[in-house]
Structure formats: C-alpha cells, structure tokens
C-alpha cells in the first residue's frame, strides 16, 4: 500500500518547519522513540527549548529528557550552552550542522571498545566506559547491537537510557554473550517488575556476568537457566515460609544453598532442621539451618528418625552408658552448630 501527504488537510493549518532529510534517511532505526519525539519538539520551537518545556511536552522527567537529548547533542545536530562554551572561539563559528564529522571512523570505536569473547581475562577489570558517540560508531558499524538496542526498547516498554546502552552494549562486547541471550535476561527483568518483585537494573548486570562466567552461549542453555532460577525462587519461597526469615531476593550464592539443601534432603528434614534453629536461637539465620544440615549430611543422618536416635545416644552418654559406638557426640551438637553460624560466611 502507498501512501501520500494530503495537501488540503486541515492538519497545515498552524504552519510547518523544517526536519532535515537526514533524519528520515538515518536514524529512525538508530534513534529510539522518544529521541524522535524530543528533537521534533526542539525542531517545532525554532530550533530552541529547555529541558524542563521539552520533558513535559514529551512526558518523560527532566533527567530522562536530558540524556535522551545527549544523543542529538553527540551527533551535532543541537548542542548546548555548556557544550558551546568548552569549545574554541574558531571552532564555534566555523562548526557546521553535520551529522558525520563529528563522528570518529566507526570501525576504530568499535575496534577500541570491542573485547575478546571470554570473561577469564578480565575478571579484575571494569567493563569500558562508552560515550553516546561511542555508542552510536558502534551501533553503526555491529548489526547485532543495533538489533539489541532496538529490541531493548521493546522489551522494556520505554526508551533506554544511554547507562543502559553502555550496560547492555557491555553485555555483548565485552563478557561475550549473544545478543539474543541478553534479551533473554531483559524478558525475565521485565516480568520480574511486573510481578511486583524489586530487582535494580544493577541485578541483571551481575547476572549476565555470571551467565558469561557459566558460559552460557545458546538460547537452550539460556532458557535452562532461567527454567533453574524459576526452581530456585519456588524452594526459596518454601524456605522463607517455614524458616520465618524475612523474604526478599535471593542472592545467587543463596540460590545455590537452598538448592542443595533439596538435593541432600526433603522438605521434612528441613522443617525438621528449622524447628532446632527455632528452640535455639531468636532470630532466623539460613546460616545455622546450614550447619545442622552439614553435620547430618557428614554423619549419613537422612531420616527424623535417624535424628531421634542420635539423640537418644547422647542422653544414654550424658547419663554416664558410653560405650565404643556412643563415643561421638550428637549430629547436631548445638554449641558447635552456633559457633559455626556465627562464623558462616556461605549464606
């Protein structure tokens, strides 16, 4: 189908200004959303408005709008009173509106800020700080990213900032993970937000860290990991309800703790564990329940019942009846048991 301006429509009526054709060739797959909508409202008010005015026509707060308009400003097409006045008097009066000089060759972006496809590397180095330039060379010269910035958007619902370009750029160029798994990670922030669970942005960054550090490189090992984390927030939610600890988002090393509570033991042996922590101590710790169940796993303890006649075993020794097979002390010696929590640093 094609389609045509209508030159008698009512819609001329206030007048007309210019957008330059640039705009329509180049960037409306580079630009997001709301990035078109605020620089039209600039272009709209004879080229000049301040944050406050364009954050309110475009409805976004003014920190949002200022770092949605850092994007124009790196490309050249606006620029600022603070940007004007870092530069050269010469350089000022002779800058001219384009688009691509004031861009560095994309291939040297890309080559500068690209990293190896490995996480071992670099484990005590930062990921690289990115300008909205730098973020623009390389959404130029990498498709990939270009597709993940723009599905970011659509994932997320809104415009994405340029810490968040930084941060899912990052994610891809330098702990290696595919663009696709990236947005994998996106859906499950997403849905996480929409169930009401507070997880910060920062969440997801340590969890592509790990993913990479894993190695997860297929969408099949991705959606296994996720199919994991779903298992794990069913056994923590299982955990907090019969432990009394306060509930809130797992930590992953506490993912992992809770999980192999459930491979070594079932939800009785738990419970069971929970109840001595409870007769002993005022305020839930995971680390105590931790010790208890270390200390059965030691002694081969897997049954109530089994915890019953190490008990009974110890009062017959308290009693003064030892004998070679009462010589140990019980599977959950409480002193010891605290003593340990308080020094756990697992949980």
Not at 27 to 43: D, F, G, I, P, T
Not at 220 to 225: L, R
Not at 312 to 318: G, H, V
Request: glycine content about 4%; proline content about 4%; overall charge negative.
């Amino acid at each position: 189908m094609d389609y045509k301006v209508s030159p008698f429509s009512d819609v001329w009526a206030n007048g007309v200004f210019t957008v330059p054709t640039l705009l329509a060739d180049k960037y409306l797959k580079m630009a997001s959303e709301y990035q078109l909508k605020a620089l039209l409202y600039v272009l709209r008010s004879n080229g000049r408005a301040g944050t406050a005015e364009i954050a309110s026509a475009v409805g976004v707060s003014d920190d949002e709008c200022d770092e949605l308009l850092k994007f124009w400003v790196s490309e050249g097409l606006l620029e600022t009173d603070e940007s004007k006045a870092h530069l050269p008097k010469n350089q000022a009066a002779s800058e001219k509106a384009s688009f691509e000089n004031v861009l560095p060759k994309a291939e040297t972006v890309a080559a500068e800020n690209a990293a190896p496809k490995t996480v071992k590397s670099k484990e005590a180095l930062s990921p690289p700080r990115l300008s909205p330039k730098d973020v623009v060379a390389i959404m130029r010269s990498d498709e990939e990213i270009r597709f993940l910035l723009t599905e970011a958007q659509r994932v997320l619902g809104r415009s994405i900032s340029h810490a968040e370009q930084e941060m899912f750029i990052n994610m891809v160029s330098f702990y290696g993970l595919k663009a696709e798994i990236v947005l994998m990670i996106l859906e499950f922030y997403r849905a996480e937000k929409e169930k009401g669970r507070t997880i910060g942005i920062s969440y997801i960054t340590a969890m592509a860290k790990n993913w990479a550090e894993e190695g997860i490189s297929t969408v099949y090992e991705a959606e296994e990991k996720l199919k994991d984390i779903e298992k794990s927030d069913r056994l923590w939610n299982e955990v907090t309800a019969i432990t009394g600890v306060k509930h809130r988002r797992p930590t992953e090393k506490q993912r992992e703790t809770v999980k192999t509570w459930f491979e070594d033991f079932d939800i009785t042996m738990i419970n069971l564990a929970s109840d001595i922590m409870k007769e002993n101590i005022s305020e839930p710790k995971l680390s105590y329940i931790n010790s208890i169940l270390k200390k059965w796993k030691k002694n081969g303890i897997k049954t109530p019942e089994d915890v019953k006649e190490s008990e009974r075993r110890f009062e017959e020794r308290k009693k003064g009846k030892p004998s070679d097979k009462l010589r140990s002390k019980p599977t959950y010696d409480l002193e010891q048991i605290k003593k340990d929590a308080m020094d756990n640093t697992e949980i």
